[in-house]
């Protein structure tokens, strides 16, 4: 049998039961371990107090004194090679450098700072500073914010130079593009007795002004002043800027600012404010302007504007960062309007200026401007007292084609994008509806297309291209006239109706090379070519044109019409010169033929034209007619030393019209097949003239 176990008595209460072997110990037990028992803390002395808070003492004293009694002039060299090595160029301090920073707004002080030219502009100084004082709110410079109670400047004098090249010696940067300047917020901001030289060689611009910025200006309670003196091209310059009270000056309050600019005749003023005081990447204006020439804003504002008449134009300008806008322009240039909206990005390799721009009614005489010419004189006419003298001399010189010579330097310096749109036209020398015009210029290259004017009948449509990437610019111009009316162009009106009806076609296309309109054109190859490819005459000047003086006359009081069967006139154009070999111009009773050539250097004409009856005549007085004179103005004459009295015979077609296979094409391919034109064409094939084929030339600009 097995045994059972006998069972243990249970423990005595008060005695301690000991632990099975293999049981876990009681935690109160293994807690009491002596190494888990922490050690007494002794509480210290009052001695040893006494010491710890002596030393504590001794180097608070130590620090308040060496802060009393430290040389701070010790760190000018460190703060010389620091500014130096960020401005590009050599920083000094020659006075003394003091430091207040036992006070929850500590202060500093530099007496003789002096800031040296970058190599290129000379020894000179670019500036100096008897002293600035800085003081700032201890809490927020520790959160690394810079939080300025005071900033004072002392008689600082300053010398800005822009040299040719366009460099700048206060450009910090080292050549890379900067954001604008953007100081930490001002409370109190001073300047005493400052002195300011500019001088820029580029624009040719000497100012010399003062500046004070105070609590209180004058009765005006104005707070900052900027004034000064000088000259732009010559002409006397004189420049306002005031601003508000510079105290208590609060970031998110606009801080208002008044301009006013006189340049010669130009005169600049505007009202307006910077959003975030001290930030100068960002501010607008209302500005008005008004001046006699809009291409002399260039020295005041770095963008190269065409030359215009004289201008009155407000809008709202305003600066975003690196990019310049004005938005709703409106006013008036020379007797046209204007409007739109203008931008211009100065952040780039060079300024991009992207513009749309309108005119409800557009002067056509305030164009001439744009090309070096100047409006016409007269009673009503807006126009400059120089404008004035160069069109009176362009006048007395009986000349057309402008001379005055292109900057191409402002064109080399800037980009642009300008859409331009007139609804409508006036004064112009043949009726025009509206047109526009997209012209951009990139790298010294500027593109004019598409350029399209309407006629009441008809377009003008094309491009024109200035490349002044070279040393000499060249001017390209392609251009045609489509489905236009000779009656639109040519309004000749003989007894209440038009003596000239039918449709009319044409074609330019010049390149030549010159810095102004007059030497493009004097130098000009290419073609200038017009067809009429159908109408209708009145019968009387189809036979004057012959001349038959005595059937001529004796049309004159009848509207007899006869059909215009084809015209056309060819210029072939060498170095300025269009000769004109090939001018045929078929009516039912005469053909007319002529030729000639038009010096577009000297501005002056010589054409002569033959007139041949298709038909026998008993009595015919033939006498060629003559076109002669300045383009300005041609006189028509005849020559009568040439007038015989003989019989006449109709003339074979053939050898006047099959130049003809080569001209129309080069107009419009169509013409070749679809017009009266053509039919003569056909006519000289079937009398066995050779029709020639189009040149390769010519062919090949279609």
Same mark, same amino acid.
């Given at each position: ?49 006494? &010491? ?51 006070? &929850? ?37 520790? &959160?690394?914010?810079? @939080? ?218 305030? $164009? ?63 009726? $025009? ?19 399209? $004017? ?21 001017? @390209?111009?392609?251009?045609?006239? !489509? ?17 000239? !009806? ?22 000009? @190859? ?86 041949? @009856? ?89």
């Amino acid at each position: 049998m097995s045994q059972q176990p006998v069972p243990s008595a249970p423990p005595r209460r008060g005695s301690k039961a000991r632990p099975q072997p293999g049981a876990r110990r009681p935690l109160r037990e293994r807690l009491s371990h002596p190494r888990l028992t922490p050690p007494k803390l002794t509480p210290p002395t009052k001695k040893a107090l006494g &010491w710890t808070g002596g030393i504590l003492a001794v180097l608070a004293l130590a620090i308040a004194i060496l802060i009393l009694i430290w040389d701070w002039n010790w760190f000018r060299g460190p703060l010389e090679r620091i500014a130096s090595a960020r401005m590009h160029r050599e920083v000094t301090i020659a006075g003394d450098l003091n430091v207040n920073l036992w006070s &929850w707004r500590p202060s500093a002080t530099v007496d003789g700072i002096s800031i040296a030219n970058p190599a290129w502009a000379g020894q000179g100084k670019m500036g100096t500073i008897d002293r600035l004082r800085v003081r700032v709110r201890l809490v927020p410079l520790l &959160w690394g914010k810079a @939080d300025i109670r005071v900033l004072a400047v002392e008689r600082p004098n300053f010398s800005l130079l822009a040299d040719a090249k366009g460099r700048k010696n206060w450009d910090f940067s080292d050549g890379r593009a900067k954001a604008p300047m953007n100081l930490p917020p001002v409370q109190r901001f001073v300047i005493r007795d400052g002195q300011l030289k500019y001088l820029d060689a580029q624009r040719d611009i000497r100012f010399q002004g003062t500046i004070n910025a105070r609590e209180r200006l004058g009765a005006d309670n104005r707070g900052f002043e900027l004034t000064g003196r000088g000259t732009i091209n010559g002409a006397p310059f004189r420049a306002d800027v005031v601003g508000g009270p510079l105290l208590n000056i609060e970031r998110d309050k606009p801080y208002p600012f008044d301009v006013d600019l006189r340049a010669g005749q130009t005169y600049i003023t505007a009202r307006g404010a910077v959003p975030k005081p001290f930030d100068m990447g960002r501010f607008y204006m209302n500005a008005t302007a008004r001046g006699p020439d809009m291409a002399q804003l260039f020295p005041l504002t770095g963008v190269a504007l065409p030359n215009t008449p004289p201008y009155s134009l407000r809008g709202r300008l305003s600066r975003d960062g690196l990019v310049w806008k004005i938005d709703n322009l409106g006013g008036r240039v020379g007797d046209s309007d204007l409007s739109g909206d203008v931008s211009v990005d100065t952040g780039r390799e060079r300024p991009f200026l992207k513009a749309d721009l309108s005119s409800q009614s557009l002067d056509w005489d305030d $164009l001439g401007a744009l090309f070096g010419a100047a409006p016409k004189v007269g009673p009503g006419e807006t126009i400059s007292p120089e404008q004035a003298a160069i069109a009176r001399t362009m006048t007395a010189q009986q000349r057309l084609l402008p001379d005055a010579p292109l900057d191409v330097s402002r064109i080399r310096a800037m980009d642009a994008d300008v859409s331009y749109r007139a609804v409508s036209i006036r004064d112009t020398p043949v009726k $025009l509806n509206s047109g526009s015009v997209r012209v951009r210029l990139e790298g010294g290259l500027l593109r004019a297309q598409p350029l399209k $004017l309407d006629l009441p009948r008809g377009q003008v449509s094309g491009h024109v291209n200035l490349d002044a990437r070279k040393a000499t610019p060249v001017t @390209d111009l392609d251009l045609r006239l !489509t489905n236009s009316r000779i009656e639109t162009l040519i309004p000749v009106q003989f007894q209440g109706a038009p003596a000239l !009806t039918g449709s009319l076609v044409g074609r330019a296309r010049l390149t030549g090379e010159g810095n102004s309109v007059h030497k493009a054109f004097a130098s000009a @190859d290419g073609e200038v070519m017009v067809v009429a490819p159908g109408g209708e005459i009145r019968k009387a000047f189809a036979e004057l044109m012959g001349v038959n003086v005595v059937k001529g006359l004796g049309l004159l009081n009848k509207k007899d019409t006869t059909p215009i069967r084809c015209a056309v006139a060819q210029f072939e154009t060498r170095d300025g010169v269009m000769r004109a070999n090939n001018i045929v111009f078929d009516t039912g009773p005469v053909l007319v033929t002529g030729k000639g050539s038009v010096n577009l250097g000297a501005e002056r004409m010589d054409l002569r034209l033959r007139g041949q @009856d298709k038909k026998f005549r008993l009595v015919r007085v033939l006498m060629p007619v003559t076109i002669k004179g300045p383009l300005m103005a041609p006189k028509l004459g005849v020559e009568p030393g040439s007038a015989i009295a003989q019989g006449g015979a109709a003339v074979t077609l053939g050898s006047l019209l099959s130049p003809l296979a080569a001209i129309l094409p080069f107009i419009d391919p169509g013409l070749a097949k679809d017009a009266n034109c053509a039919a003569l064409l056909g006519e000289a094939q079937a009398d066995g003239a050779p029709v020639k084929s189009a040149p390769k030339a010519l062919t090949a600009k279609r």
